[in-house]
């Protein structure tokens, strides 16, 4: 068995993925616009999150582009609502990545709050609905 956890906070965040697709499309029509690009720079990990981003507005692929940036925004704002106030002062969107770990089970982290909290884990939950996608994140002290 693995380790205890204890609840140390919950976050949840509903949206419309639509809202974002239109985001997207704001500017120049399209999804590898100068608009787009900064846009997913603001709340896109450069490296764990940037790349996959990238390489589907480079394929014009829309629905991809709009699924991960909904997910990760989603995500980050369950993970900011789970934090204590004072680690709220300090939320950074890029600084946080959703990753699987090796059997497929979601979660998201920070580098910089991980190494400040290595006992610390963010499980994380997200479900569809046509264009609806909720997200859910228990903050947990491992034991
Ligand atoms: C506070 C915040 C999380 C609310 O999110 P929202 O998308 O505007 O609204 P939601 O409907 O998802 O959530 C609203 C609920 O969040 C809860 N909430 C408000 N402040 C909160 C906080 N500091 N921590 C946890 N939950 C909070 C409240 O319960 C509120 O509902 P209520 O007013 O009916 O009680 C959001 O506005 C925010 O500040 N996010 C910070 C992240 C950030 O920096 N964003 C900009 C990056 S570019």
Known sequence: M??????????????????FQQLLLKHEKQVNSDFAKRLSQRILHPKRE??????????????????????????????????????????QFKDWYRFYNGRGKPYIQSDDYQLKNPDEEFLLSISHDVDLLVAYVTRQLLK
């Open 2 to 19: 693995g380790k205890v956890g204890v609840v140390l906070g919950i976050g949840v965040d509903l949206l419309k993925t639509s809202r």
């Open 50 to 91: 940037l790349p996959s981003f990238e390489e589907a507005a480079e394929a014009n692929d829309l629905r991809r582009c709009t699924l991960i940036l909904s997910g990760s925004w989603a995500a980050k704002e369950a993970a900011f609502k789970s934090l204590d106030i004072e680690d709220q002062s300090e939320f």
